[in-house]
């Protein structure tokens, strides 16, 4: 069975940094991509970030480029969300999501395009 489980939310004062992971288990063949989305009250889900498995490609939106980083180490099969400089508008439930299948820069933010979710670790920045 397919399993995302998010760890390193928490609450964090503006300008701080949290380092999140994603591990995944149960995969028979390895994901195409990775993605990072968040959801904030009463606002929709929006995409963050991904990575793409076959050569690594990174995406951001433009609301956390330049703050934000995704890595991944193979060997753990976890993939990091990496944030700095943060904001009282980066406070949401941050999810990680799974995806067989191509992704390319003009779809990788689609939540509907993801098959697999984790449950989500919250995130608040606050002072």
């Known amino acids: 069975q397919v399993q995302l489980v998010e760890f390193g939310g928490g609450l964090v004062q503006p300008g701080g940094s949290l380092l999140l992971s994603c591990a995944a288990s149960g995969f028979t063949l390895e994901y195409d991509a990775i993605g990072w989305f968040r959801q904030a009250s009463g606002k929709e889900r929006e995409g963050v970030s991904c990575?793409?498995?076959?050569?690594?490609?990174?995406y951001y939106s433009d609301s956390v480029k330049g703050r934000f980083t995704i890595s991944r180490d193979n060997v753990k099969n976890t993939v990091y969300l990496h944030m700095i400089s943060l904001k009282p508008d980066d406070t949401a439930v941050y999810y990680c999501?799974?995806?067989?299948?191509?992704?390319?820069?003009?779809?990788?933010?689609?939540?509907?395009?993801?098959?697999?979710w984790g449950q989500g670790t919250q995130v608040t920045v606050s002072s």
């Open positions: 999501a799974a995806r067989k299948g191509p992704t390319y820069g003009s779809t990788w933010y689609r939540s509907s395009i993801y098959g697999y």
């Open positions: 990575i793409r498995s076959s050569d690594g490609a990174t």
